[in-house]
């Protein structure tokens, strides 16, 4: 007689055998990056408004090492204000950390411990991401150490409110599930290199997390450990998005429907804003179109510090074409 089987007697067969095949990767990615991952521990200064004292808050966060000489990136919001940095490595040992530089516009920091005989991760490129491969964060979450969750990448291109209100950009959303004390630690691909900075959760949703791209985050480190700082632009100005009328679209031949608005030109050496005026409406920057305060904020990058730019405005519903000279933001 004929042996057969049905779907029922391979279908438990075949699904074992995937299940451990996903298993061994998320197992061998954790042997390999757990050693790299940290929990950072600071204290920092809180207002009391019972009694009006400052009083001394512990926190923690999660972060990991970049380099063999002790270079490690973390969130910014976990080291923000924070009187005394301490990392605590995989092994136990736990060693004061020095700041590097931090950018609050990317919510990413770096430290530096003198410790010896590290590992560090290797950041992969974001941009080769596709939705759906697998992601795999470590962290600290609660204070429960080197934590482990698995999903996938869930979309790519996603843009985040830093806390200065400047917009992230290159933002990756992940189902990997993340909680208060995981920012600043890896989300890393299912061959152990850093895809992305954990950053942000919305507590209101369920399985919507966010993550700080490879790409971005790489840069902005590499900028905080050479030069304390990313550079960037600022005007002087104060504005806000408005919307624009048919009439002054067409009249004007404007590509955008809307325009930031200047409600404030504040005099600051060695920005040049003379030619701006409140209640103008700015329209373009050094030639490209702006439509929002994150359109322009884009434009004020290092590349634009001290050097002469032409911007366009609508000034009593007619375009100007004014000179400005961005300086370096503080």
């Not at 040992?93 to 560090?120: C, F, N, Q, Y």
């Not at 920005?271 to 434009?299: C, M, R, W």
């Amino acid at each position: 007689m004929e042996n057969t089987y049905s779907w029922i007697d391979y279908a438990p067969q075949k699904d074992a055998e995937l299940l451990d095949s996903y298993s061994r990767t998320i197992t061998g990615v954790v042997a390999h990056v757990a050693e790299a991952v940290v929990h950072i521990q600071v204290q920092k200064p809180v207002n009391d408004p019972r009694n009006r004292e400052v009083k001394v808050q512990p926190g923690s966060g999660s972060g990991f090492i970049i380099s063999t000489d002790g270079f490690v990136v973390t969130n910014n919001h976990v080291i923000e204000n924070a009187q005394d940095i301490r990392v605590s490595l995989a092994d136990g040992r736990m060693v004061k950390a020095e700041l590097k530089g931090t950018d609050p516009s990317t919510d990413i920091a770096v430290l530096k411990i003198d410790v010896s005989g590290l590992r560090p991760l290797v950041f992969a490129d974001s941009e080769s991401l596709q939705p759906g491969q697998i992601a795999i964060a470590i962290g600290n979450p609660l204070g429960l150490q080197h934590t482990v969750t698995a999903g996938v990448v869930s979309a790519l291109g996603r843009t985040l409110r830093a806390n200065n209100g400047r917009l992230i950009d290159d933002i990756i959303q992940t189902d990997a599930s993340l909680n208060p004390g995981n920012s600043g630690g890896p989300l890393v691909d299912s061959s152990g290199r850093v895809i992305g900075v954990n950053t942000a959760t919305i507590m209101s949703a369920q399985g919507l997390c966010f993550a700080v791209s490879s790409n971005l985050a790489a840069f902005v480190a590499g900028k905080l450990i050479m030069e304390g700082r990313v550079k960037r632009a600022y005007l002087g100005i104060a504005g806000q998005l408005v919307n624009l009328t048919g009439r002054m679209i067409a009249a004007n031949r404007l590509d955008k429907t809307t325009g930031v608005y200047v409600y404030e030109v504040v005099a600051d050496q060695p920005v040049y804003n003379n030619e701006i005026k409140p209640g103008d409406i700015i329209v373009s920057f050094n030639g490209k179109a702006i439509g929002t305060v994150d359109e322009l904020h884009k434009q004020l990058n290092a590349d634009a510090i001290g050097r002469r730019t032409e911007i366009e405005v609508l000034r009593n519903g007619h375009k100007a074409t004014l000179r400005v000279i961005p300086g370096e933001m503080k």
